[in-house]
């Protein structure tokens, strides 16, 4: 995804752990081991509506600010990898990708699930990301002299 902002405000906003939740709708994300910075920090997210939901515990496993954060899932729920990548885009601005590799559980079930699951998450995601990036470009253009 296109950032028109620098890559330090992009990576900035992404990692403010306790503020995804602006921009992901039904998280609350806080950080717990090394308040969320590099490798060994952990971070736990919360996604759902009031009590039913379910939490998403981490660990930062590479850490190379303002580029790249990678993260083992080590939830009940949520296992896996994930990470995020923000570079310096061509003509200016950042690119943002943001990639997961889960391992959901329930076998060849929830493998099923998943496929049924997966463009409602990407959907989500991607509006999640447009909404991050709208508010570092407006955050960016009010800063600018």
Known sequence: MHVAAPVEPVWTATTDWERQGE????????????DGRGVGGGIEAWTGIGPLGFLDTMVITAWDPPHRCVVRHTGRLVRGGGSFEVAAAPGGGSTLTWTEELDLPGGALGRLGWRVIRPVARG???RSLGKLAASVEESVRLSSP
Not at 23 to 34: D, E, F, H, K, L
């Open 23 to 34: 921009w992901m709708p039904g998280t609350r994300v806080r950080s717990t081991a090394q």
């Open 124 to 126: 989500v995601l991607v």
